[in-house]
């Protein structure tokens, strides 16, 4: 299976996965390649290489459909195929992206890996199997559950052997906060809502804008890259409109706050054609 196949890109001792432009009968074809030392890996034999130290991240979703407070936290390789099928499945649960910093440290396949938090949450499971499952399985992931939250938790992911710390962050009410969008839509997601297609014709200052979503965690490398991939002006504009609506809310807010800064006669001609 062709779709299967990844580029293994190797920078100083650790690997991340990339997908080739193009998969000929005898090679592989990725153009413009940003690193030195490639090798095609096949995704079947990569739970298998547990000696090599695997660049990973952890990414957090606050299920609206059940109860109180529930996070989902999923610890994956650094894989875009995964992360988008994390996010499909999870929009089926009507959840929405908690932005944290994503990246761990390395981590290898076969290790487990503890999740804790504060003494009233409960998780779980308390421990995840670092391992591969292809996009179209399930993926595994720790469920943290809180009655309420009135004030910010810690949550640290640590090997279970050696108990060395490989992530941690904060997890404020803010950021997990309830929109009760079916009565009172925000502004900045309703503006974004109604004059998408003239944002995605009229933005400008691209390179500003993502650097600011990235100070602001909404964005990281990857997905800066991303939209940035693309060709034209309106390209990259309806990549980052669409990454923008996949946060939810309060990337919405932030997007409508960044134009009254960075543009606001674009801000005003809108609001002015309602």
């Known amino acids: 299976d062709e779709s299967l196949c990844r580029i293994a890109h190797f920078e100083a001792g650790r690997m991340t996965p990339e997908r080739p432009t193009s998969i000929n009968r005898f090679f592989a074809v990725l153009k413009n390649p940003s690193f030195s030392q490639l090798g095609v890996l096949w995704r079947k034999l990569r739970s298998a290489l547990t000696f090599i130290p695997i660049h990973s991240l952890v990414l957090i979703y606050r299920t609206l459909s059940m109860a109180d407070v529930t996070l989902h936290l999923y610890l994956i390789p650094n894989d875009h195929s995964l992360k988008k099928a994390i996010e499909e499945e999870e929009t089926t649960w009507k959840s929405t992206h908690v932005p944290k910093p994503p990246q761990t440290n390395p981590l290898y396949f076969g290790s487990r890996y503890q999740v804790s938090g504060l003494e009233n949450l409960e998780i779980t499971p308390a421990q995840l199997d670092f391992c591969y499952w292809s996009p179209g399985e399930q993926q595994s992931f720790v469920e943290i559950y809180t009655r309420e939250m009135k004030k910010e938790i810690q949550l640290k992911v640590k090997g279970q052997e050696d108990g060395s ?110």
């Open 165 to 274: 710390l490989v992530w941690e962050t904060l997890v404020r009410p803010g950021d997990v906060q309830q929109h009760n969008a079916g009565l009172v839509s925000p502004l900045g997601a309703a503006f974004v809502e109604k004059h998408r297609l003239q944002l995605r014709d009229r933005m400008g200052l691209l390179d500003s804008m993502l650097a600011r979503f990235r100070d602001a965690q909404l964005l990281n490398s990857e997905e800066e890259e991303e939209v940035k991939s693309h060709q034209t002006s309106k390209r990259r504009n309806d990549a980052l409109l669409q990454l923008v609506e996949r946060k939810g809310i309060r990337a919405q807010e932030k997007l409508y706050q960044i134009l009254r800064e960075t543009d606001p006669c674009l801000v005003e001609d809108l609001e002015a054609s309602q």
